[in-house]
């Protein structure tokens, strides 16, 4: 186990080289320049383009400015934006909201997404679980800014429950219908597997035996069966949650969400490798190790998988 | 120029406006003067894209905010009349070439450091010098020597070669006279220099912006206007205040003003109604389809138009559309006031006039090609031999231009019988990108806002070869003679006479199709009691009052 | 990373699988039975299936032969009947630009169900071959493809997306209606294919210990038969499960992409485009919005139903 941990470990080099090296590429070729679009509907002055491309070493080929660009980050240093903002700056300040948003996402979408799956799950094929089926369909089949929208509509401005927007201390209580609305999307993927989960572990012999041992059914349920249950679902939100932090770019400007999103997807559209390796690189350290998180644990919860 | 590039953005330039009188303020009498004197407000605002400093700002959510914290020379009143003196005490020439500007004595920046003639010398020859990189350097053409301090890449800036370091440092037609006083020496007659003035590129600097780098200067600014910089939280928030040492005309009647960046219009909106922010110059696309915004904000609302017009340039580089007649067909075959109507419900005003009717100088009604005449469009078509393939409309789909695109694309189908559609291009620097490498292959959607109010701003960069957004190569001699003559033409009368003939020589041509001119709608919080916008479109925040 | 994704949905098998499957099992009176034909038996009996079946037939008809369905134009549009309400020429209306909504609902069932499908389809051929190899080999195999696959997990979904496509599908670029589709579906294989692979690893691994597969190689199985005849069956419950869903959010994921100028285009119909396209007249015309959601939600249901039917009669161990 020990040996097997660090191996996984030393293999998180080549991963994250790879990747943050892939993604540096992806934006280095996303076409367009960079500055075409600075000066409105006027070409800008060559000068100026000449100026920031030598600041920002854009002549240099991709694996030099790649090089650069890790030798610096060693050291601790993100770099800069185009518009001269440290970028280690914006992580500071964008991540921890992100991170905020994302978990109360999780909450709400294993609260929502467990207490369908386990109703559903035991009574299969009954009205609720097609209503069930239906409405977690229906909200993953709905774009989120149709969501975010309807909902920031009218509950914060129609009836006036709650705020239609975050303030910039984000508290719990605003981050509710937000939070919905970024996990709503994954309410129906928590219900089914949870559904699954249950519904086959049902017919377990070891259900079968409280059972007959004469458990009451809320005890079958909630020691045996719940906890036997719960291992896929919970794997699925712990990998969720980078999903959710990646995915939050939408729900953030709904919501006026001072978060990564909107960082990321300036970013790519101005074509600033370094804000947006910077960025995702966070992502990816966070996935990576939920990953190796998972791995293990699977090891741990289940004595049939073996990692020699 | 200014131009926005928010993404959910209904129009893609903020709107610059020159009011009509009963539009522009909003409110019926007076605040309650003990109110606003501590009173504050909070703002819709954009993340500015770059440090604030007044030369490299060319974009709405940066250059509202340096409108507020400096003070020009010149002011453009918010009625929209000709410009007057702010920090100059006088401008005087002879000849429109020579000109000698006094500025107010006293006047202070908000380090406690005076504004002096030496400050705007210092500043026109820093953004002037190439090297320096900035984004308004341009903006100095007209005056003599700037071809000594600015060089041109010789291949673009793409090219391998790297342009040669300017010979000066320094303008030459800038001397300082006194304390008070500098002249400015043109390299050519120019009427409506004075005008110009007003733009942002024109502010002073004070000494303290020469001792630190640009971009430290610019997050922290230092200004010379109404109000100070506070703080700056990315993302998030620009605390301004009034600045009490502030002795001109348009003293700040509240005190605080936080400018609120938000991403997405619709959260501002929501919040605007829901009464968290006291003004939004701009209400969504989703607030103005129905008319909704007028009964969510009942006489909250205001309805303005602006010296804005959206356009659709040809590439006429591209050998099928060298056919003044075809260009005119396609003008023709486009019925703006349906869709002013049914596409922006009324907000915006169906183009009939090459340069926006609110501009000093230009003529209304005076486009032939703008009616709507499918039967001599058709008859055109005919005559200039047909359109074969597809006309392809782009535009950039960062910003909401599919809607009237399809539109338009939709109706020359129709009308002119040739196959058409509309096609987004992902990003507005791919979009400028194509255009600056004219490698567009079908009319594409422009807009064009006034630098500064006078017709000059709508034919010299847009139809005079070489001008800086010609940018679909259109080139006729007769214009490019008017134009000049009307340039250096001794007096603003003469000057607007000259190129109201120019601009009928481009009639002819139809090198672009004007669509609509831009409007604006605005929403203010019950708490603002009276407010004016300014010739821009923007909050004159001196104005409020609570 | 738009897509909700998972990186194993592993559904721990029940401990004692009491009856294997393929291999004669207690039916022992009957023929001896592949599992295909097993299934095919049970799926006979359930109204679920053909419920589900009938109305992705009729959804596949309406993508191949759209003109059957709806007799209005999808793609002119005249404004001066712009957002008018529903008639009996228009059944559910007019949209901005004075377009029949009943007939680009119906039209845009091709694209919709193409590519979502297409694309459900070969990140499951690719990722579930990707899993299975990687679970079963183990060793340097695994090392390797699960580490390619994370490379590819952290690329986010919008940057890869733009990428890929304006690589390929830039403006001006004359690609043919199909050759569009084809990369659409393309990108959303690539950014995809690594959840369906962890899901699928984690389901073998899970599985490859279990006894019948001990046994099965005890009897002399090569691989290839334990793979095809003992850990697919096994293990595609969760696969099923995560695919049928994943229809609905590339369809989603389609809308996206071509909100953002990159995907299908113009005078091409989805589902996705009409559903972006309506949202800023939401207060003024839902209808804009809520018909095509409604077929979209339609089409998924009737997805996930027959997935669900499909797996329940495959499960050896529901039966």
């Known amino acids: 186990m020990g040996r097997y941990l660090l191996r996984r470990l030393l293999q998180l080099v080549p991963v994250f080289i790879g990747s943050t090296f892939l993604i540096y590429w992806l934006v280095w070729s996303v076409p367009g320049d960079p500055f075409a679009g600075k000066c409105g509907e006027r070409r800008c002055p060559d000068q100026y383009v000449a100026y920031m491309t030598e600041k920002y070493h854009l002549d240099q080929n991709v694996f030099v400015q790649y090089g650069n660009y890790m030798k610096n980050l060693l050291q601790g240093d993100f770099g800069q934006t185009f518009s001269q903002r440290d970028i280690g700056d914006i992580i500071a300040t964008a991540y921890p909201n992100t991170l905020k948003l994302a978990l109360v996402a999780l909450a709400i979408e294993a609260v929502i997404g467990l207490g369908a799956g386990i109703l559903t799950g035991l009574r299969r094929n009954g009205f609720l679980d097609n209503l069930v089926l239906v409405s977690t369909l229906f909200l993953l089949a709905l774009p989120v800014f149709v969501v975010g929208f309807v909902l920031q509509w009218l509950l914060g401005v129609q009836w006036g429950i709650v705020k239609p927007t975050v303030s910039s201390e984000m508290r719990f209580s605003e981050l509710i219908v937000p939070g919905f609305v970024l996990g709503s999307a994954s309410v129906a993927y928590i219900a089914r597997v949870a559904r699954t989960s249950i519904a086959e572990n049902r017919r377990a012999d070891y259900v079968r035996t409280a059972i007959a041992k004469g458990l009451p059914m809320r005890r079958v349920v909630g020691v045996h069966l719940l906890r036997n249950s719960l291992i896929p679902v919970v794997t699925l939100l712990g990998t969720d949650l980078g999903a959710l932090m990646g995915g939050a770019i939408v729900t953030e400007g709904i919501f006026g969400i001072n978060g990564i999103g909107r960082e990321v997807y300036r970013a790519i559209v101005t074509k600033e490798s370094a804000t947006v390796v910077g960025i995702v690189v966070v992502l990816v350290v966070v996935y990576l190790l939920m990953n190796l998180l998972v791995d293990l644990l699977y090891a741990a919860l289940d004595p049939r998988i073996r990692y020699e | ?546 | 990373m738009s897509d909700p994704s998972t990186a194993s949905i592993v559904s721990t098998p029940a401990a004692q699988p009491t009856d294997t499957p393929a291999t004669p099992g207690p039916q022992g009176n009957e023929k001896p039975r592949g599992l295909l034909g097993d299934a095919w038996r049970d799926l006979r009996r359930k109204p679920l299936f053909w419920i589900s079946a009938t109305i992705i037939v009729i959804f596949l008809l309406m993508a191949a032969f759209p003109s059957l369905f709806a007799p209005g134009d999808p793609v002119n549009g005249a404004l001066s009947r712009s957002l008018n309400k529903a008639s009996g020429d228009a059944w559910f209306g007019y949209d901005l630009q004075g377009r029949d909504v009943y007939a680009r609902v119906i039209y845009g069932a091709r694209a919709s169900i193409v590519v979502a499908v297409l694309s459900v389809v070969g990140t499951l051929l690719v990722g579930g071959f990707m899993g299975i190899i990687s679970g079963y080999l183990g060793g340097w195999v695994d090392t390797i493809l699960s580490r390619v696959a994370d490379v590819f997990f952290g690329v986010p979904f919008v940057l890869g997306a733009i990428v890929i496509l304006t690589t390929f599908n830039g403006s001006g670029s004359s690609n043919s209606k199909a050759e569009i589709m084809g990369l659409v579906i393309i990108s959303l294989i690539v950014l995809s294919w690594p959840v369906v692979m962890r899901l699928m690893r984690s389901s073998v691994l899970s599985t490859k210990e279990a006894d019948y597969i001990v046994a099965a190689r005890a009897l002399g199985a090569g691989s290839g038969r334990i793979i095809l005849k003992h850990l697919l069956p096994n293990c595609l419950a969760p696969l099923l499960v995560y695919g049928t869903i994943m229809v609905g959010s590339f369809i989603g994921a389609e809308a996206t992409l071509s909100f953002l100028g990159v995907g299908l285009k113009s005078p091409v119909v989805s589902w996705g485009i009409m559903i972006s396209e309506g949202k800023d007249f939401i207060r003024v015309a839902p209808g804009l919005v809520f018909f095509p959601a409604a077929f979209l939600v339609a089409a998924v249901l009737s997805f996930v139903m027959l997935g669900e039917a499909v797996r329940e009669a495959l499960d050896p161990k529901l039966r």
Request: aromatic content about 10%; glycine content about 8%; proline content about 6%.
């Open chain 2, 1 to 546: 120029m200014r131009v926005s590039k928010r993404a959910t953005s209904a129009i893609a330039l903020s709107a610059a406006a020159a009011l009509v009188a009963s539009g522009c303020s909003s409110g019926d009498g007076d605040g309650d003067a003990a109110a606003s004197k501590d009173g504050a407000i909070v703002i819709h605002g954009v993340q500015p894209e770059n440090p604030l400093v007044p030369s490299n700002t060319t974009e709405t959510g940066g250059g509202k905010v340096i409108d507020w914290l400096f003070t020009g020379l010149v002011e453009y009143p918010n009625d929209g009349g000709a410009p007057r003196n702010a920090l100059a005490e006088s401008i005087d020439t002879k000849d429109s070439k020579v000109f000698t500007i006094k500025i107010k004595k006293g006047t202070k920046f908000h380090d406690g450091t005076e504004v002096k003639a030496k400050n705007f010398v210092d500043a026109w020859n820093w953004a002037a010098y190439s090297p320096n990189g900035a984004q308004n350097g341009s903006f100095f053409a007209d005056i003599a020597g700037f071809d000594k301090t600015y060089t041109e890449d010789p291949d673009g800036a793409d090219g391998p070669q790297k342009a040669p370091m300017p010979t000066a440092k320094e303008l030459s037609g800038l001397k300082v006279i006194d304390e008070q006083t500098f002249e400015v020496t043109l390299a050519a007659p120019t009427a409506v220099f004075p005008t110009k003035l007003g733009y942002s590129a024109f502010m002073p600097l004070p000494d303290a912006f020469f001792t630190m780098k640009p971009e430290e200067f610019g997050k922290k600014p230092i200004g010379n206007g109404p109000v100070k910089f506070v703080s700056w939280q990315d993302n998030v928030l620009i605390k301004l205040t009034r600045f009490d040492d502030y002795s001109l005309r348009d003293k700040m009647k509240i005190k605080d003003v936080d400018v609120k960046l938000y991403q997405d219009e619709t959260a501002a909106y929501a919040d605007l109604l829901a009464n968290n922010l006291d003004f939004m110059e701009v209400v969504p696309t989703s607030a103005l389809a129905g008319d909704k915004w007028k009964t969510d904000l009942g006489d909250r609302g205001l309805n303005t138009v602006t010296p804005s017009t959206a356009l659709i340039a040809f590439p006429i580089y591209d050998k099928r559309f060298q056919n003044p007649k075809l260009r005119r067909a396609v003008s023709l075959s486009i019925n703006r006031q349906e869709i002013s109507d049914k596409i922006f419900f009324g907000t915006r005003k169906p183009a009939d006039s090459w340069a926006n009717p609110l501009t000093p100088g230009a003529k209304p009604g005076n486009c032939t090609a703008c009616k709507f005449d499918p039967t001599t469009a058709k008859q055109l078509l005919t005559e200039a031999g047909g359109f074969t393939g597809e006309m392809v409309f782009y535009y950039n789909s960062d910003s909401s231009h599919k809607d009237w695109m399809d539109a338009v694309a939709q109706q020359v189908k129709t009308n002119l019988g040739i196959e058409a559609r509309a096609e987004g291009i992902p990003t507005f620097a791919v979009f400028r990108q194509n255009i600056n490498a004219h490698k567009m292959t079908g009319p594409y959607r422009a807009a064009w806002q006034q630098d500064y109010p006078d017709v000059e701003n709508w034919v010299n960069p847009l139809y005079v070869k070489g001008g800086s957004s010609n940018d679909g190569l259109y080139s006729n001699p007769e214009v490019d003679t008017l134009a000049k003559q009307a340039s250096s033409a001794p007096s603003l009368e003469a000057s607007h006479e000259a190129f109201a003939k120019a601009i009928e020589k481009v009639d002819q041509d139809v090198p672009s199709i004007p669509i609509y001119f831009y409007g604006q709608q605005s929403g203010h919080s019950e708490k603002i009691k009276k407010l004016e916008l300014n010739n821009v479109g923007e909050l004159d925040i001196t104005s409020v009052e609570l």
